[in-house]
């Protein structure tokens, strides 16, 4: 009778943000094809809608709403209608992030306070609209999207690294805190990626991150991946059965093969 009482349901759906664009939208993807009913938020609504049309084309079940995870109210306003929607939600993808280059002592205060609020506070207002129904229910997957920057710090991105760090600190501390009532928080930790972020800075700005990361070790080869291994490490997470907690998987691109004689 414990057993069925709290078996997880067939139907399970999944929210994810910063959906617009590289993990997110990968994210979307991957879990639509596997059967989870999609919801995905962020502010670029055009491309919200593209994307929810590329899910149902393919025969996947997905809603998009606009969300600002730096707006308390917003964040309030879509949990509501992604329940509306697709009823009470089994999975949230915390993907949304802000990402900007600069020196730490030259960058003004209020733009790494609005990097923290998108990247560490965006994601406990997903865990206050979210976590609390899924402790009800005694079930559910939270997983946050990190970067590897949480635990090998990069130049000129302080203020990513330091959301990233506050953002795995914040992960672990509710993973103790959930130990016990059927929900599952985990961690996916990217590695080098390409996306969007960062395509819109100066090219100058850019070329001094790079050449920064070369410098203090952090670009030992020339390989990025894309999005779609992260999101298939997120769709293995949110798979695992009952009982099984993944609670980190770090991805990272794996190095050119090389040829034994230029060894």
């Not at 994210?27 to 919801?39: F, H, W």
């Not at 976590?131 to 946050?144: A, C, E, H, N, S």
């Not at 059927?182 to 996916?188: A, E, F, H, K, T």
């Not at 920064?212 to 080869?221: D, E, L, M, N």
Request: negative net charge; glycine residues 10%; contains cysteine.
């Amino acid at each position: 009778m414990g057993r069925e009482k709290y078996a997880r349901p067939d139907r399970r759906p999944a929210v994810v943000t910063g959906a617009s664009s590289g993990i997110g939208a990968a994210t979307a993807l991957t879990l639509a094809a596997g059967g989870y009913p999609v919801a995905v938020g962020a502010r670029r609504e055009d491309k919200l809608t593209d994307l929810v049309q590329r899910i149902r084309d393919a025969g996947g079940e997905a809603v998009a709403h606009p969300l600002d995870v730096s707006s308390t109210e917003s964040v309030e306003e879509f949990a509501a209608k992604v329940t509306a929607d697709l009823g009470e939600v089994e999975v949230v993808v915390s993907a949304a992030a802000q990402l900007a280059p600069g020196t730490l002592h030259e960058v003004d205060s209020d733009r790494i306070s609005r990097e923290l609020d998108v990247n560490v506070v965006g994601t406990h207002r997903l865990v206050r609209a979210f976590v609390p129904g899924m402790v009800q229910r005694r079930r559910g997957d939270l997983v946050i999207v990190s970067s590897d920057v949480a635990v090998r710090a990069r130049p000129f991105m302080g203020a990513y690294t330091a959301g990233k760090w506050g953002l795995e600190g914040l992960a672990h501390a509710m993973q103790m805190e959930l130990e016990g009532t059927g929900v599952r928080c985990s961690i996916v930790r990217p590695g080098p990626t390409w996306s969007e972020m960062g395509m819109d800075w100066d090219p100058a700005d850019a070329a001094k991150v790079l050449d920064g990361w070369g410098r203090f070790g952090h670009a030992r080869h020339s390989h990025f991946l894309q999005p779609q291994p992260h999101a298939d490490a997120i769709r293995a997470i949110v798979d695992a059965p009952r009982g099984v907690h993944l609670n980190l998987i770090e991805v990272s691109p794996e190095a050119p093969v090389t040829d034994p004689a230029e060894d």
